[in-house]
């Protein structure tokens, strides 16, 4: 499983790295869902199979198919290119290189001093039942909160649509 | 399993589907001719059964044509996207006791997964023809599956609750006293309608409507790649059929025969009531699409869930 592992991670870091440098907005696109394809797989080598199956439908799945679609509409083509190509100069990278290497350094510090492998030894494989129970057991105020957020953003869009529905009924009269 | 023996199952099912596909479309294209009072491809081999390999040979021979404004990369990508993802999802499908190339324990899930990946084949064939017929298709294609998938898995929730499990073989196994389909009548109509619109299929088509689109998302394509996207269709139908059979129909359960003849059987009456229903539906429009997933299918999808949950937790 460890092997599976770091080929998934490799694959997740090599993607994300081509979704960054990619000029056309689809080939990025394409990128991103593979490399979270790729962290689904690693959530799978470390025992948490629930976890790489809602990455993929949830990330790759669902909101990622949205991303393609807004894509397609848009139409961006050779024009889009160019103008991608205007902002990925050179200088663009200094701030995002520099805040990476922040975080690169935190990771070198954890990795060298050794407070990961606390967490360390077999991984145990978490199944549906496990993650159900932890979910509406200690975690039931969390689950709660965020199903208020997401009711919350359904109602908007609903309001949000709805509107747009009534003034093109009005342009109609 | 032993490495060998996984190895011969792969193999098995890859020929297996793969032949099933064969055989379908000419069962389709006969089964058509029947309803339609004509004839069909009669005159390759007996009755026409080897039209299908005729038809191979002429599609290989055609030239691999790529539009010169097409984005050659992705549509390459796509009609392999769409044959592979389907063919992916038969390593969850179990059919028989212990004939699962992975026994995981969200085999559900993964099918939902894969499935909803099926999604970036179709969209990205028709963005990278470049073609504004194929965009239309792909751009309906990518919608009407986004959601129908919705409420596909909120269905498959109540198979999900009654069997106390995401592994396909103890959602069969749960089916030993009564087959899903009484208990979960609206879910199986709902799960019907939406794996009809996830292999776009009549009436639900609207991504390729002939009359309209030209052929839809795949309007550019030729040769093998035209031919990925069709043996990938009649796949997407057997996937579909053997999961009905799984999660509804009691998948290889039944007295006499052996677990795989029963597996096969079922799944060969749903993939037949599939073509039946092609040809008596007409296409609706788009609009009308949209309103009977989010309008019908969806709530009816979401009672059903509540429903099965109380009950259950009333027998508890």
Known sequence: ?173 | MSPAGTIVLILGTLIGVLSAAALLIWVERRGLALLQDRLGPNRVGPLGLVQPLADMVKIMLKEDWIPPQADRAVFVLAPMLVLGGTLATFAVVAAGPGLAIADLNVGLLAFLALSSLGVYGVALAGWSSNNKYSLLGSLRAASQMVSYEVFMGLALGGVVLMAGSFNLTEIVEAQRWVWFCVPQAAGLAIFLVAALAETRRLPFDLPEAENELVAGYHSEYSGMKFAMFFVGEYVGITLIAALVTTFYLGGWLGPWLPPVAWFVAKTAVVVCGFIVLRAALPRPRFDQVTALGWRVCLPLAIVNLLVTGGVLLALE
């Not at chain 1, 440098?21 to 629930?50: C, E, I, K």
């Open chain 1, 1 to 173: 499983m460890q092997g599976l592992f770091y080929v998934s991670a490799a694959v997740a870091v090599l993607a994300t790295a081509l979704v960054v440098t990619r000029r056309n907005a689809a080939h990025a696109l394409l990128y991103l869902v593979l490399s979270l394809a790729a962290v689904a797989g690693m959530f799978y080598a470390l025992g948490a199979p629930l976890a790489a199956a809602l990455e993929v439908i949830v990330y790759a799945g669902a909101i990622m198919v949205l991303f393609v679609f807004a894509v397609m509409v848009l139409a961006l083509g050779r024009e889009g290119e160019r103008q991608e190509s205007q902002w990925l100069r050179p200088r663009m990278w200094l701030g995002p290189a520099a805040l990476a290497a922040v975080l690169l350094g935190e990771l070198i510090y954890v990795l060298a001093s050794g407070a990961a492998a606390v967490a360390g030894g077999t991984p145990v494989v978490v199944g549906p039942q496990e993650v159900g129970a932890a979910l509406f057991g200690p975690y039931a105020l969390g689950a709660e909160l965020s199903s208020m957020l997401l009711l919350a953003g359904m109602v908007a869009a609903y309001h949000l649509a709805r509107r747009k529905q009534m003034d093109e009924k009005e342009g109609e009269r």
